[in-house]
């Protein structure tokens, strides 16, 4: 179990996660959104009691029911991002924003070329050096693929983006958290969290994208950078090669 001020991670024998989370958090493809605005690290410890019931969860001396949850898409609109990809990698390239880590540049534009390439050789030779590649629950490099993978359901027909999410999860899923993990793996499978979606909407309607970026941007000390970086990398490796 992690506890934050606003989530609590659980984390069963298999690695999986459920993210339960503060409206202010949001969606997420493995969060569970409560409407209650809880202080979890005021209630919970590592060694709380967890039970799992019918329609609720019972987390220390807090309940939190599912009874009446309605699920949420955790899908963006793949096809029409697809469908303005050379639009949206000419406007992101425009854009002057640095969001480079030093820490993963000596590998992150060789996998960037490989997405591009669809080198799946390639891919697979560089994944392991990024995954798990920094500190914390989601390490730069996990968060630095989590963008690139989001750009490749953009580049790339549906199938041959699935075809290399899955050989970059499949590495780099036991090389790192099981947080981090969860996150690669969703992203594999062409989900991404709800601030996304609004950066993807915004891409795809032609409006201001500073303030969904701006969200994505505070997302922790450094993960919103970093999957920022590996978003932009393979957009604009694209338009290198598409002008």
């Known amino acids: ?3 934050f001020d606003d989530v609590c991670n659980l984390i069963n024998e298999k690695r999986e996660i459920l993210s339960i989370v503060t409206a202010e958090i949001g969606n997420a493809p493995f969060n569970l959104v409560i409407e209650d605005d809880v202080l979890f690290t005021k209630h919970l410890v590592a060694e709380s009691k967890v039970e799992i019931q019918d329609k609720q969860i019972l987390l220390g001396d807090l309940i939190v029911s599912f009874a009446y949850a309605q699920a949420w898409n955790p899908q963006p609109d793949w096809e029409s991002l697809r469908s303005k990809k050379d639009e949206i990698s000419e406007r992101l390239s425009l854009l002057q924003i640095d969001t480079e880590n030093e820490s993963i540049h000596q590998f992150s534009n060789s996998l960037t070329h490989a997405i591009i390439e ?22 730069a490099g996990d ?39 969860a996150w690669i793996k969703s992203a594999s499978e062409g989900e991404a969290g709800e601030l996304w979606h609004e950066f993807f909407e915004a891409l795809i309607n032609d409006e201001n994208i500073f303030l969904p970026m701006s969200k994505i941007l505070s997302v922790g000390e450094t993960s919103g950078s970093d999957a920022l970086s ?8 694209y338009e290198v090669r598409r002008a």
């Open 143 to 181: 968060d630095f693929l989590m963008g690139a993978m989001h750009a490749t359901y953009i580049i790339h027909p549906a199938e041959v983006a699935k075809n290399i999410s899955k050989e970059i999860a499949d590495i780099a899923i036991p090389l790192t958290t099981s947080l981090s993990g």
């Open 230 to 237: 590996g978003f932009f990398g393979v957009m604009n490796e």
């Open 1 to 3: 179990m992690h506890i």
């Open 118 to 139: 669809a080198d799946v050789t390639a891919i697979k030779s560089i994944t392991p050096k990024l995954a798990g590649l920094g500190i914390g629950l989601t390490p």
